[in-house]
């Protein structure tokens, strides 16, 4: 059975995209830490980020430090945060979370959003990316 997150790849079910390329997407994290927590994943199924062949594993990142640039122009945060967990969903997925304080690391506290905020920081941060 196809993950979530290859539901969302394949369009069947929606997400609030950031950014994409032929190989990798991101998308707004729909229970976020904080305005702007971001998934970026591979199109290719796989469960675990250390099972990724070195090609994906390596474009994975480059990929996830373009969006993260690209979150911490349009989010006011101290810092960006990277995370891997994979224990809901397994199909790897790195977390971007715009982070000031340790709470936005911490997966406890939530961030309430409407669809429209989805939406406009999605848009905002999709503005940023670079394409070079
Ligand atoms: P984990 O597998 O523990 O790294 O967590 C999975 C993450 O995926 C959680 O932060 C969820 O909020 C997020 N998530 C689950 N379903 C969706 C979805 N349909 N759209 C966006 N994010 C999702």
Redesign the pocket.
């Given at each position: 059975m196809s993950s979530?997150f290859s539901k969302?790849i394949s369009g069947e079910?929606p997400?609030h995209k950031v950014a994409e390329t032929d190989d990798f997407l991101a998308?707004?994290?729909?229970?976020p830490n904080a305005k702007g927590h971001t998934?970026c994943i591979p199109k290719k199924e796989v469960d675990q980020l250390f099972d990724l062949d070195k090609t994906t594993y390596n474009g994975l990142m480059a990929f996830s430090r373009t969006v993260a640039i690209a979150i911490k122009k349009a989010i006011p945060c101290k810092r960006i945060g990277l995370t891997v967990?994979?224990?809901?969903?397994p199909h790897v997925?790195v977390?971007l979370i715009p982070l000031n304080t340790m709470e936005d690391a911490q997966?406890i506290k939530k961030e309430k959003s409407t669809s429209e905020d989805f939406q406009a920081t999605a848009t905002a941060i999709a503005r940023f990316i670079s394409t070079s």
């Open positions: 979530i969302i079910i997400c998308f707004l994290d729909i229970n998934l967990i994979g224990l809901e969903v997925h977390h997966f």
